[in-house]
């Protein structure tokens, strides 16, 4: 028998992909998007399944409880993917109150939702490891104490332990994702992988001179996004409902990210300074393009220092390969690789997402 799924946030970067599984699944889709001036499609265009006849888009907002219970009447949804959220850390310091309406209260919109119309509906939230913020053990597994950083860990942590007490009190299928870092080409340019990829990109095609970063010392555990969907997915088909660490178990700093891209698009860069005065330099090029031996590519801005820091994630993805058969192939290196030649192609061509 097909099923049929709600994804929200299906105009993010996980929503995109997780929609082209699920459809390779034979699942009907219903993806919500939001009410804005100028709707955003372009991560589904590139999956190429904007027009798929058993892909149903549907304007909806996370915050409103009563659009949630509409939305579920009007579907009956076999399962349910909560990926909506304000997502980027970094705002969530100026903005923490929205933040909390979406990624955190949200959540429970549509626990209530489910419980209202009908608690048979499988539900994912999308946990984070920015919840164990300044972290309690390295790595970080399932019951790694949590210590969140930022307005965004603290809404996620009220949405995870709501998933956990909606499972608890009302035996709804809730399963919790604890995910690390995972990105694509289909990432946010306001994240810091994207932002690396596609300014690397700028500078060997003469687009740009030079990028500015902030803590270039923090370390994440950066997996491959369409990975991650399918352990999404696999939450979902278990007899159970539980709570499941994914991530790659490697963690790299974001200097390290810096050095790996520029050498994809073949330039060397060295870091010289110190702290706020650190910058990348160009040491060797092995292609051709616009950029000097010696041009600084690279600056530390403390315009980008965030007013609390998570610095180092690493997680450990034993029970999720124990439990759902998960565990990611995709390298760091391939990743970027795959991230800085996407960026290449795009700024080659006029591509502005
Ligand atoms: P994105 O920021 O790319 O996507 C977030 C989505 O949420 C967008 O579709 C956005 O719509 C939508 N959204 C925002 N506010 C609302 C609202 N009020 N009502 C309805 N929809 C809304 O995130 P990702 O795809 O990267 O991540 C998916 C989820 O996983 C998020 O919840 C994120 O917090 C979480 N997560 C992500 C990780 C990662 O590394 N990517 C790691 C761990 C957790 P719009 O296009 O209109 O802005
Ligand atoms: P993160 O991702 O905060 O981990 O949240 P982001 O890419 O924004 O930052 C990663 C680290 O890089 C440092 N950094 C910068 N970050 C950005 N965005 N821009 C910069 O210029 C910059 N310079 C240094 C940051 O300080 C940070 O330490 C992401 C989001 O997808 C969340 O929704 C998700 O829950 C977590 O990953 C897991």
Redesign the pocket.
């Given at each position: 028998m097909t099923k049929t799924a709600i994804i929200?946030?299906?105009?993010?970067?996980?929503?995109a992909y997780l929609a082209e599984l699920l459809l390779s699944k034979n699942y009907t889709v219903w993806g919500?998007?939001?009410r804005?001036s100028s709707v955003?499609f372009w991560r589904i265009e590139e999956c190429g399944i904007q027009n798929h006849p058993n892909l149903h888009l549907v304007e909806?907002?996370?915050?409103d409880l009563g659009s949630s219970i509409s939305l579920i009447q009007k579907v009956q949804p076999d399962e349910i993917y909560n990926?909506?959220?304000?997502?980027?850390v970094g705002v969530s310091f100026d903005q923490p109150n929205t933040t909390t309406q979406?990624?955190g209260v949200?959540a429970l919109n549509l626990l209530e939702a489910i419980r209202l119309t009908n608690p048979k509906i499988r539900f994912y939230q999308?946990?984070?490891?920015e919840m164990f913020g300044k972290v309690q053990a390295i790595p970080q597994i399932e019951e790694t104490p949590f210590y969140p950083r930022s307005p965004y860990g603290v809404a996620?942590l009220y949405a995870h332990w709501m998933t956990i007490n909606y499972r608890e009190s009302y035996g709804i299928f809730g399963s919790s994702g604890i995910?690390?870092?995972?990105e694509s080409p289909l990432r946010?340019r306001e994240f810091v992988t994207r932002k690396i990829s596609d300014s690397v990109a700028k500078i060997k095609l003469g687009k740009l001179d030079s990028l500015d970063l902030g803590n270039i010392d923090a370390k994440r555990d950066w997996g491959f996004?369409k990975e991650y969907v399918d352990g999404m997915w696999r939450m979902l088909q278990a007899d159970q409902p539980d709570t499941y660490v994914l991530a790659t178990n490697r963690t790299e700093t974001v200097r390290d990210f810096v050095r790996i891209a520029f050498k994809v698009a073949g330039i060397q860069v060295e870091f010289n300074g110190a702290a706020e005065d650190e910058t990348a330099v160009v040491t060797a090029i092995d292609v051709e393009c616009p950029v000097k031996i010696g041009q600084t590519v690279m600056r530390v801005n403390p315009k980008f220092y965030r007013p609390a820091e998570v610095e180092l994630l690493i997680g450990n993805p034993a029970k999720a390969k124990a439990k759902l058969g998960w565990a990611p192939t995709t390298t760091l290196e391939q990743l970027c690789q795959m991230m800085v030649e996407t960026d290449l192609r795009r700024n080659a061509s006029g591509f502005s997402f």
């Open positions: 929200t946030g299906i105009t993010g970067q996980d929503g919500t998007y939001r804005t955003n909806y907002d996370l915050t990926l909506a959220a304000q997502s980027f979406i990624t949200g999308a946990s984070t490891s996620k995910l690390f870092n995972h946010g996004a």
